[in-house]
């Protein structure tokens, strides 16, 4: 388990500098979760990723018996624009999806929908987040076999309306809709989509 925290943990340095705060979570019954502060990057965003939900892989629930070597195994990372909001907030949100698996057992991959149940950050006018496709701002991290590769999912904020509408319309369809819109991901106070 840390042997493979020392590789995501240098994964996550090598893609995003290094993190200039960190702050752990641990609920009953779970390992340790960090969530880890990435701002130096000079670009006016702030990277948050989790770091810990990939120590074990995520168990399909409907198995009887978790196996502790083989299944999927994913950290998430959240950007947003720094300045706009008090989005350090979130690291405790981030670290209960990051949970989620060990708490819940759900498999987070792409196109799933996690709920908080509350604002994401004080004023945040989101919930819940989409999980997007990993490979992008850091690249999976392959370990050795029998075990799955790490990735890195993308989270990316949804309204009340939007998760609503991805549920029923899928969540292509609702990245289609912020692309055609020219929706900024990114902004921590963004106003939804239009769905029509």
Known sequence: MGEVLALVEARLLTAL??????????FLGTDRIEVLRFS??????VRYATLGMS??????????????????????????????????KV????????????????????????DVGEPLWPEAPFTSVLVAQSGGLVEDLDLEEPMEPVRFLPLLPMT????????????????????AKGTDLRDPLRRPVTLD
């Open 17 to 26: 500098g290094e993190p200039d705060a960190r702050a752990a979570v641990t």
């Open 40 to 45: 130096a990057g000079g670009d006016g965003l």
């Open 55 to 88: 120590a074990q892989p995520m168990a399909d629930p409907t198995a009887v018996l978790a196996d502790p070597v083989k299944g999927p195994r994913a950290e998430l990372v959240l950007t947003v624009r720094a300045g706009i909001a008090d989005t350090d």
């Open 91 to 114: 690291l405790r949100p981030l670290a209960v999806l990051a949970a989620s698996p060990q708490v819940e057992g759900v498999v987070v991959a792409p196109g799933a929908s996690l």
């Open 160 to 179: 009340p309306n939007e998760a609503a509408w991805k549920r029923v319309h899928g969540a292509q369809a609702l990245e289609e809709r912020w692309l």
